[in-house]
């Protein structure tokens, strides 16, 4: 039985037709040139198209069934929300992981790494009610509760436990791994994504959220954005926190609002305003959070709250005037700007939360991060001051595409050693050899081939030189080295190769 299966491409929006080459080395980047790409992003979901024949005659026997169930061609694709990586995308993510890796170093902080599989209640103990339902979790054969993990902070805080007393702090850490959620899928949202992290532990002061801020600015400028096209919205929660308290909200209810205001945006105040007075608040009281929520400014917000004792001015609001002084002071201010709608949703935050989306609006955000200085005490070890993000790899993406901004990354190679003479085949690896150890980029062709094929691929490779062996030079000790660029050949002793 013959059955014919549809393909799609997945990776970083299903680039173009396949290419030969393999992800290309951080030093080659400079040669590369922005241009703008046209592509469409592509998520993998459902089950093949197959049309088979229809069978003739009467019933078959099982050994007939059996031999054509076996002939029956699998289902392609990758699970619905999730992405191959063939070359030409493995050389976009690596680009992009390139950046990622050289902001964190520049920032002077330490790359690490945890496993996919993390037990369940890192995620579940304080994380908030959506992610705990987005798990990819199970039971494992050895009976424990194990999810595939969702977000890193949870996982560097338990690096951080497990250091105890031996962390010197302050620490800066970064992180680059796969995240698992179990969530609809739309544009730049997948059931699979990278995240970058980048924490700071052991810091209380604002200057640490500066930092991290920064940092997320300094990689939009690396790949090219501005702040015409991305901004940062920062807020705080304990800004939601004493504004339902001044409006006489029973503090247990703050989680539970934190979630519906989380929301904003996405649903419309009215289903807003009847969630929340389905928490128990009036329906007053309900209209004034969504509305100073969607609308408010930073000066409706000193209206708003109550002065502390003696008339003081509250604690969160000196809080986000002072973040906003330092960052301006670092010359960031163009792209930063306060919103009290940013509570974020994960229920760990305790301080400065932000998140950065796109001016257009057409995006959902591009990363989040904040305070969180009391994770560690809900896995039973003492807290510590905490700040830190989470930056995926699949909006960002979208955003360079829309923008014109991904760059063209073809597979480059150094050299392309060829053999002439079947029997000169053998001593192609030898050359190749001498080239790699001095650090070159070595293709050998290892079967014989006809020129013009060896030219094509040199092209299809953008290939510098073509090393070519040949029966009466080999003989005399030396090789053909062609420039393919100047179209220039020289003869060059073996061992003078470089």
């Known amino acids: 039985m013959r059955a014919i299966v549809q393909w799609t491409r997945g990776g970083f929006g299903g680039v173009g037709a396949r290419q030969s080459g393999c992800v290309s080395t951080p030093a080659a980047l400079h040669r590369r040139r922005y241009v703008r790409r046209d592509t469409s992003s592509t998520s993998h979901g459902g089950s093949p198209t197959t049309t088979t024949a229809k069978e003739k005659g009467g019933r078959r026997s099982a050994g007939e069934l059996g031999k054509s169930s076996s002939r029956q061609m699998v289902d392609l694709k ?56 987005q798990l990819y979790n199970f039971e494992d054969k050895g ?44 544009r730049g949202r997948r059931r699979e994504h990278y995240q970058w992290n980048m924490d700071i532990v052991g810091v209380s002061s604002m200057e640490a959220e500066a930092e991290v801020i920064s940092a997320i600015v300094d990689l939009f400028k690396l790949v090219g954005l501005t702040s015409e096209d991305v901004y940062i919205k920062v807020s705080n929660r304990k800004l939601l926190q004493s504004l339902i308290g001044t409006l006489g909200v029973a503090d247990d209810l ?26 128990g608040v009036t329906q007053d009281v309900s209209e004034t959070i969504v509305g100073l929520v969607a609308e408010g400014t930073f000066e409706d917000y ?96 979208e955003l360079l595409k829309q923008k014109g901004l991904l760059p063209e990354l073809s597979p480059e190679i150094d050299d392309i050693v060829v053999a002439l003479d079947p029997a000169l085949q053998r001593y192609t690896g030898q050359v190749a050899g001498k080239l790699r150890s001095l650090g070159r980029r070595v293709d050998v062709v290892l079967e014989q081939k006809k020129m013009k094929w060896v030219f094509k691929h040199g092209d299809r490779t953008n290939a510098r030189r073509l090393i070519i062996l040949g029966q009466e030079e080999w003989e005399r000790g030396v090789v053909k080295v062609r420039n393919l660029a100047e179209r220039e050949e020289t003869e060059i002793l073996v061992d003078d190769l470089i």
């Open 78 to 133: 990758p699970p619905r929300g999730t992405r191959d990586f063939f070359p030409e995308e493995m050389r976009l993510r690596t680009w992009l992981f390139d950046k990622f890796r050289h902001v964190s170093w520049v920032y002077g902080f330490e790359e690490v790494d945890f496993p996919v599989l993390e037990s369940e209640q890192l995620y579940t103990r304080k994380a908030g009610e959506e992610i705990t339902t």
């Open 302 to 397: 000193e209206r708003a709250l109550s002065p502390q004792e003696g008339g003081g001015e509250p604690e969160v609001l000196r809080e986000i005037k002072e973040l906003l002084e330092i960052l301006r002071a670092r010359g960031i201010e163009d792209w930063v700007e306060f919103d009290g709608s940013i509570v974020r949703g994960l229920a760990y935050y305790s301080g400065t939360v932000f998140e950065a989306f796109d001016r257009e609006g057409e995006l959902r955000a591009i990363c989040g991060g904040g305070r969180y200085d009391h994770l560690l005490s809900t896995f039973g070890g003492t807290d510590q001051p905490m700040v830190g993000f989470g930056f995926g790899d699949a909006v960002i993406v």
């Open 254 to 279: 703050f989680p539970q609002v934190c979630v519906c205001v989380d929301k904003l945006g996405k649903v419309p105040r009215e289903a807003l305003c009847k969630e929340l007075v389905g928490l």
């Open 143 to 186: 009976g424990r509760r194990v999810s595939l993990r969702p977000e890193l902070t949870p996982s560097l805080s338990r690096l951080v436990l497990q250091k105890g007393k031996a962390l010197q702090l302050p620490t800066k850490w970064c992180a680059i791994g796969q995240c698992w959620r179990y969530e609809r899928t739309t």
